[in-house]
């Protein structure tokens, strides 16, 4: 008997990197939402340094923009425009993890789904970061 794919099971990666020093911190989860937006960004604070600010650069999802959403003081949220993800440095990451771990493969369940993504952060190095998330705003007149 043949087996057949009946459905698709995803998995998310929240993610924040410093194109500048390298350093990422990662969630893998089995949803989108408020709920793994607020584990996130909890996260995050906990792990920058005494004194540091994060600038997390986001799309207007409803997760990042809902009024329930608890924002530490080392985190600011920056909001990009509409239909803008090239603005956003991380998006780059995003299609490189998507490009060179994890896509053209078969996973059995969302244990393995959540294992591969765990994975791949944990390939990636603060010289990719440094090079795929780099970004020069500049303009130049």
Sequence with gaps: MRERQDGYLNAWIFGAACPSTGQTEFLV?????????QIFIDQLSKKLE?????????????????????????????????YSPELNPIENLWKYIKENFLCNKFFK?????LSAG??????????MIKSVCARNYEQSC
């Design 118 to 127: 765990a994975n791949a952060c944990k390939k990636i190095t603060k010289e």
């Design 50 to 82: 005494k004194n540091a600010h994060a600038i997390l650069v986001l799309d207007n999802a409803s997760w990042h923009t809902s009024p329930k959403l608890s924002i530490p003081k080392n985190i600011s949220l920056h909001f990009l425009p509409p």
């Design 29 to 37: 989860a089995t949803e989108t939402g408020l709920e793994f937006m």
């Design 109 to 113: 369940g969302i244990d393995e789904i």
